[in-house]
Protein backbone atom coordinates (compact mmCIF):
# COMPACT_ATOMS: atom_id res chain seq x y z
CA UNK A 1 0.00 0.00 0.00
CA UNK A 2 1.37 3.59 -0.87
CA UNK A 3 1.86 5.64 2.46
CA UNK A 4 0.29 9.02 2.07
CA UNK A 5 3.69 10.32 2.74
CA UNK A 6 4.92 9.25 -0.54
CA UNK A 7 1.80 10.00 -2.55
CA UNK A 8 2.14 13.49 -1.07
CA UNK A 9 5.87 13.90 -1.77
CA UNK A 10 5.98 14.47 1.66
CA UNK A 11 9.79 14.52 3.85
CA UNK A 12 8.35 13.85 6.96
CA UNK A 13 5.04 12.78 8.93
CA UNK A 14 2.98 16.36 9.29
CA UNK A 15 0.99 15.13 12.13
CA UNK A 16 3.10 13.14 14.20
CA UNK A 17 4.47 13.33 17.77
CA UNK A 18 6.91 14.57 19.28
CA UNK A 19 7.74 17.35 16.39
CA UNK A 20 11.34 19.45 17.30
CA UNK A 21 10.52 22.13 19.71
CA UNK A 22 12.12 24.39 16.60
CA UNK A 23 9.19 23.19 14.16
CA UNK A 24 6.27 23.64 16.75
CA UNK A 25 3.44 25.55 15.16
CA UNK A 26 3.81 28.70 17.69
CA UNK A 27 0.30 31.15 17.64
CA UNK A 28 0.13 33.78 19.08
CA UNK A 29 -0.92 32.78 22.08
CA UNK A 30 1.58 30.26 22.75
CA UNK A 31 4.39 32.34 22.39
CA UNK A 32 2.73 34.58 25.32
CA UNK A 33 1.92 31.86 27.63
CA UNK A 34 5.44 30.40 26.88
CA UNK A 35 6.72 34.37 27.62
CA UNK A 36 4.86 33.57 30.58
CA UNK A 37 6.25 30.85 31.83
CA UNK A 38 9.89 31.43 31.53
CA UNK A 39 9.36 34.73 33.27
CA UNK A 40 7.76 32.60 36.21
CA UNK A 41 10.95 30.44 36.48
CA UNK A 42 13.09 33.82 36.18
CA UNK A 43 11.34 35.49 38.96
CA UNK A 44 10.89 32.25 40.84
CA UNK A 45 6.88 32.67 40.62
CA UNK A 46 3.91 30.22 40.88
CA UNK A 47 1.80 29.68 37.86
CA UNK A 48 -0.82 27.67 37.26
CA UNK A 49 -1.46 26.43 33.61
CA UNK A 50 -4.89 25.40 32.33
CA UNK A 51 -6.71 24.31 29.09
CA UNK A 52 -8.89 21.25 27.49
CA UNK A 53 -7.61 18.22 26.89
CA UNK A 54 -5.91 17.91 23.58
CA UNK A 55 -5.01 21.72 23.49
CA UNK A 56 -1.20 21.39 23.66
CA UNK A 57 -0.46 21.85 27.28
CA UNK A 58 2.11 18.93 27.59
CA UNK A 59 3.77 20.33 24.13
CA UNK A 60 4.14 23.75 25.52
CA UNK A 61 5.75 21.58 28.92
CA UNK A 62 7.88 20.38 26.53
CA UNK A 63 8.89 23.38 24.93
CA UNK A 64 9.87 24.86 28.23
CA UNK A 65 11.96 22.38 29.40
CA UNK A 66 14.14 22.31 26.40
CA UNK A 67 14.08 25.80 25.85
CA UNK A 68 15.29 26.32 29.81
CA UNK A 69 18.98 27.27 30.15
CA UNK A 70 20.36 23.98 31.89
CA UNK A 71 23.37 26.11 33.83
CA UNK A 72 20.67 28.42 35.57
CA UNK A 73 17.60 26.08 35.82
CA UNK A 74 16.72 22.41 36.56
CA UNK A 75 13.12 21.19 35.82
CA UNK A 76 11.33 18.85 38.13
CA UNK A 77 9.03 17.04 36.46
CA UNK A 78 5.94 15.29 37.81
CA UNK A 79 2.76 13.41 35.86
CA UNK A 80 0.98 10.88 38.52
CA UNK A 81 -3.18 10.51 38.72
CA UNK A 82 -2.18 9.11 42.04
CA UNK A 83 0.29 11.00 43.50
CA UNK A 84 0.58 11.09 47.02
CA UNK A 85 2.99 13.51 49.34
CA UNK A 86 5.15 10.51 49.95
CA UNK A 87 5.76 10.05 46.49
CA UNK A 88 5.51 13.54 45.73
CA UNK A 89 8.89 13.92 47.63
CA UNK A 90 10.15 10.84 47.12
CA UNK A 91 9.79 11.69 42.85
CA UNK A 92 11.20 14.82 43.11
CA UNK A 93 14.46 14.38 45.12
CA UNK A 94 15.19 11.73 43.14
CA UNK A 95 15.14 13.72 39.97
CA UNK A 96 18.18 15.63 42.31
CA UNK A 97 20.23 12.77 42.14
CA UNK A 98 19.28 12.27 46.20
CA UNK A 99 18.39 8.81 47.87
CA UNK A 100 15.03 10.37 49.62
CA UNK A 101 13.71 9.44 53.03
CA UNK A 102 10.48 7.28 53.18
CA UNK A 103 9.88 9.66 56.46
CA UNK A 104 7.85 12.27 55.03
CA UNK A 105 9.11 15.18 57.45
CA UNK A 106 12.74 14.15 56.98
CA UNK A 107 12.28 14.28 53.02
CA UNK A 108 10.82 17.47 53.26
CA UNK A 109 14.05 18.82 54.76
CA UNK A 110 15.76 16.83 52.74
CA UNK A 111 14.04 19.05 49.41
CA UNK A 112 14.16 22.46 51.07
CA UNK A 113 18.02 21.63 51.73
CA UNK A 114 18.76 20.46 48.24
CA UNK A 115 17.09 23.50 46.49
CA UNK A 116 18.13 26.01 48.55
CA UNK A 117 21.93 24.85 47.74
CA UNK A 118 21.13 24.63 44.20
CA UNK A 119 20.17 28.48 44.80
CA UNK A 120 23.02 29.63 46.78
CA UNK A 121 26.10 27.84 45.66
CA UNK A 122 25.53 26.83 42.07
CA UNK A 123 22.45 29.37 41.04
CA UNK A 124 20.61 27.12 39.97
CA UNK A 125 16.96 27.63 39.91
CA UNK A 126 14.32 24.78 40.66
CA UNK A 127 11.56 24.53 38.16
CA UNK A 128 9.01 21.95 39.28
CA UNK A 129 5.85 21.24 37.00
CA UNK A 130 2.82 19.17 37.75
CA UNK A 131 1.21 18.00 35.19
CA UNK A 132 -2.38 16.77 35.43
CA UNK A 133 -2.90 18.32 38.24
CA UNK A 134 -6.40 18.66 38.01
CA UNK A 135 -6.37 14.87 39.29
CA UNK A 136 -4.77 16.51 42.99
CA UNK A 137 -6.34 15.52 46.09
CA UNK A 138 -6.78 18.04 48.77
CA UNK A 139 -4.15 16.20 51.00
CA UNK A 140 -1.74 16.79 47.82
CA UNK A 141 -2.85 20.60 47.38
CA UNK A 142 -1.81 20.77 50.92
CA UNK A 143 1.78 19.80 49.82
CA UNK A 144 2.02 22.18 47.20
CA UNK A 145 1.69 25.04 49.92
CA UNK A 146 4.21 23.66 51.94
CA UNK A 147 6.69 24.17 48.30
CA UNK A 148 5.54 27.47 48.06
CA UNK A 149 6.23 28.07 52.26
CA UNK A 150 10.19 27.32 51.05
CA UNK A 151 12.51 30.98 51.49
CA UNK A 152 16.10 31.56 51.26
CA UNK A 153 16.85 34.86 52.05
CA UNK A 154 13.82 35.71 51.71
CA UNK A 155 13.31 34.41 48.06
CA UNK A 156 11.57 31.04 47.27
CA UNK A 157 14.58 28.52 45.85
CA UNK A 158 11.70 27.05 43.24
CA UNK A 159 9.38 28.28 40.54
CA UNK A 160 5.82 26.27 40.66
CA UNK A 161 4.36 25.37 37.47
CA UNK A 162 0.57 23.28 37.99
CA UNK A 163 -0.62 22.53 34.88
CA UNK A 164 -4.35 20.39 33.95
CA UNK A 165 -7.60 20.55 32.62
CA UNK A 166 -10.41 23.68 33.80
CA UNK A 167 -11.38 21.80 36.75
CA UNK A 168 -7.64 22.36 38.41
CA UNK A 169 -9.10 25.91 38.41
CA UNK A 170 -12.45 24.79 39.74
CA UNK A 171 -10.78 22.76 42.27
CA UNK A 172 -8.78 25.60 43.34
CA UNK A 173 -11.77 28.38 43.75
CA UNK A 174 -13.16 25.92 46.20
CA UNK A 175 -13.15 28.08 49.60
CA UNK A 176 -10.53 24.92 51.16
CA UNK A 177 -8.14 26.17 48.57
CA UNK A 178 -8.17 30.01 49.16
CA UNK A 179 -4.87 29.69 50.83
CA UNK A 180 -3.27 28.31 48.06
CA UNK A 181 -4.96 30.46 45.34
CA UNK A 182 -3.80 33.54 46.60
CA UNK A 183 -0.45 32.39 46.36
CA UNK A 184 -0.92 32.54 42.59
CA UNK A 185 1.23 34.86 40.59
CA UNK A 186 0.42 33.95 37.10
CA UNK A 187 -2.72 32.48 35.36
CA UNK A 188 -2.44 30.64 32.11
CA UNK A 189 -4.59 29.29 29.72
CA UNK A 190 -4.84 27.64 26.50
CA UNK A 191 -7.60 28.09 24.30
CA UNK A 192 -8.95 26.34 21.27
CA UNK A 193 -7.78 27.52 18.02
CA UNK A 194 -10.47 29.55 15.78
CA UNK A 195 -11.02 28.08 12.64
CA UNK A 196 -8.34 29.95 11.16
CA UNK A 197 -5.71 29.32 13.02
CA UNK A 198 -6.55 26.01 12.76
CA UNK A 199 -5.82 26.49 9.12
CA UNK A 200 -2.47 28.04 10.24
CA UNK A 201 -2.07 24.79 11.90
CA UNK A 202 -2.63 22.34 9.20
CA UNK A 203 -0.81 24.80 6.39
CA UNK A 204 2.24 24.69 9.56
CA UNK A 205 2.38 20.95 9.78
CA UNK A 206 1.94 20.51 6.00
CA UNK A 207 4.86 22.80 5.20
CA UNK A 208 7.42 21.25 7.65
CA UNK A 209 6.78 18.22 6.58
CA UNK A 210 7.75 19.19 3.29
CA UNK A 211 5.13 20.52 0.97
CA UNK A 212 4.62 24.29 0.10
CA UNK A 213 1.53 23.40 -1.79
CA UNK A 214 -1.76 23.29 -0.90
CA UNK A 215 -2.93 19.52 -0.18
CA UNK A 216 -6.25 20.97 1.93
CA UNK A 217 -9.07 23.20 0.37
CA UNK A 218 -10.48 25.87 2.33
CA UNK A 219 -14.02 23.75 2.55
CA UNK A 220 -11.96 20.80 3.87
CA UNK A 221 -10.40 23.00 6.48
CA UNK A 222 -13.65 24.14 7.64
CA UNK A 223 -14.68 20.26 8.17
CA UNK A 224 -11.59 19.93 9.83
CA UNK A 225 -12.32 22.73 12.18
CA UNK A 226 -16.28 22.05 12.67
CA UNK A 227 -15.65 18.62 14.01
CA UNK A 228 -12.24 19.10 15.97
CA UNK A 229 -13.55 22.11 17.71
CA UNK A 230 -10.06 23.82 17.33
CA UNK A 231 -8.40 21.18 19.12
CA UNK A 232 -4.66 20.95 18.37
CA UNK A 233 -4.73 16.56 19.20
CA UNK A 234 -7.94 16.08 17.00
CA UNK A 235 -6.68 18.37 13.96
CA UNK A 236 -3.60 15.89 13.68
CA UNK A 237 -5.98 12.58 14.02
CA UNK A 238 -8.73 14.26 11.59
CA UNK A 239 -5.88 15.02 9.10
CA UNK A 240 -3.82 11.89 9.33
CA UNK A 241 -6.97 9.69 8.81
CA UNK A 242 -7.77 12.22 5.70
CA UNK A 243 -4.08 12.08 4.42
CA UNK A 244 -4.60 7.97 4.18
CA UNK A 245 -7.83 8.29 3.18
CA UNK A 246 -6.54 10.75 -0.14
CA UNK A 247 -4.01 8.86 -0.73
CA UNK A 248 -5.65 5.86 -1.10
CA UNK A 249 -8.12 7.53 -3.50
CA UNK A 250 -5.51 9.16 -5.58
CA UNK A 251 -7.12 12.37 -4.66
CA UNK A 252 -4.41 15.82 -4.99
CA UNK A 253 -6.22 18.04 -3.42
CA UNK A 254 -8.83 17.01 -0.24
CA UNK A 255 -12.36 19.03 0.03
CA UNK A 256 -14.68 18.98 2.14
CA UNK A 257 -16.47 16.15 0.87
CA UNK A 258 -13.20 13.61 1.79
CA UNK A 259 -13.17 15.08 5.33
CA UNK A 260 -16.89 14.61 5.67
CA UNK A 261 -16.51 10.71 4.61
CA UNK A 262 -13.56 10.24 6.89
CA UNK A 263 -15.38 11.60 9.88
CA UNK A 264 -18.28 9.63 9.07
CA UNK A 265 -16.34 6.13 8.11
CA UNK A 266 -13.65 6.51 11.64
CA UNK A 267 -14.76 8.91 13.87
CA UNK A 268 -18.91 8.76 14.10
Request: glycine fraction near 6%; hydrophobic fraction near 35%.
Amino acid sequence: MLMYEEFYELSGTPFAKGIPTDKLFKSTEFTEVSNRLSYVSKRHLFAVLTGECGTGKSTLLRYMSETLDPRKYHLLYISDSKLTPNNFYRLLLEQLGVAPSWNKATAKRQLQEQMSIKQAVDGITTVCVVDESHLLNQEMLEEIRFMLNMKFDSVSPIALVLAGQPELWEKLNLQKCTAIRQRIDIRCHLNKYDCSRTGDYIRHHLSIAGTSGEIFTDGAIQKVFEYSTGIPRMIDKICTNVLIYGSQNRLRLIDDRAVQMVIDGEFM
